[in-house]
């Protein structure tokens, strides 16, 4: 069985405030993938990272940055100065053979 | 280069009846994957298919069944609709490539109504 927690369900920052999002997972596979999407008020699902079991290496991609570790099962996320746009729901999801399930989303309002 | 889409946008229907939403994939993608989103909820997901047949089936009654055209795109239907089916489809579309997942792009949703 798959399951993934993002126990901060709702997080309120001030802009320019940095703000790391919590994703803990549980599979017994070796081989998964974890991805962070996004979900602005518009609904729709934006693909931001995805990440192999195999490679921990941690990756920044201008003001975002996950921190992959596999020792404590965990995949974070953290925006760096963040602004009034990266206000919007961030799922964590973990995949393995085609299922992919997704975390309950922390809603995430960043305060001009 | 269109991205995934879905139709309808949104729907509305009583219980007891029947609905067919529609998907067609991200050009270059041959999966197709639907989940149910419930407000306030993760996507769950439902089913996905790959060569026109349903290769992975989350926890969903018999109700919700699929099909996959030759083009890769896709239908969701729902028979019998309960109160309870109100909720966001998503459609992902994603590569199968050399039998591992690629990423699942998103369409931007169907919005079921059940009254």
């Known amino acids: 069985a798959q399951k993934v927690t993002q126990a901060q369900t709702e997080i309120s920052v001030v802009e320019k405030e940095d703000v790391t999002l919590d994703c803990v997972y549980e599979t017994r596979d070796t081989t998964y993938y974890l991805f962070w999407y996004k979900q602005p008020p518009s609904g729709e699902l934006v693909f931001l990272i995805r990440r192999n079991s195999f490679d921990e290496q941690n990756e920044i991609s201008g003001r975002y940055s996950w921190n992959f570790q596999k020792s404590t099962s965990s995949f974070n996320f953290t925006i760096t100065a963040s602004q009034v746009v990266d206000s919007a729901v961030y799922f964590c999801?973990?995949?393995?053979?085609?299922?992919?399930?997704f975390g309950i989303g922390t809603k995430l309002q960043v305060i001009p | 280069d269109a991205g995934v889409t879905q139709s309808p946008t949104h729907l509305i229907k009583t219980r007891g009846q029947q609905v067919t939403l529609r998907c067609s994939p991200k050009s270059g993608h041959d999966t197709v994957s639907w989940y149910q989103q419930a407000l306030g909820q993760g996507p769950q997901f439902i089913f996905q298919y790959y060569e026109e047949e349903e290769r992975q089936r989350g926890n969903f009654p018999d109700r919700f069944s699929g099909h996959q055209f030759p083009n890769y795109s896709s239908e969701l239907n729902v028979n019998a609709l309960l109160l309870g089916d109100s909720a966001l489809y998503l459609c992902?579309?994603?590569?199968?490539?050399?039998?591992?997942?690629?990423?699942?792009?998103f369409g931007p949703g169907t919005r079921l109504l059940v009254l």
């Open positions: 992902a579309s994603s590569f199968r490539g050399e039998g591992y997942q690629e990423t699942q792009y």
């Open positions: 999801a973990l995949s393995e053979e085609g299922e992919v399930t």
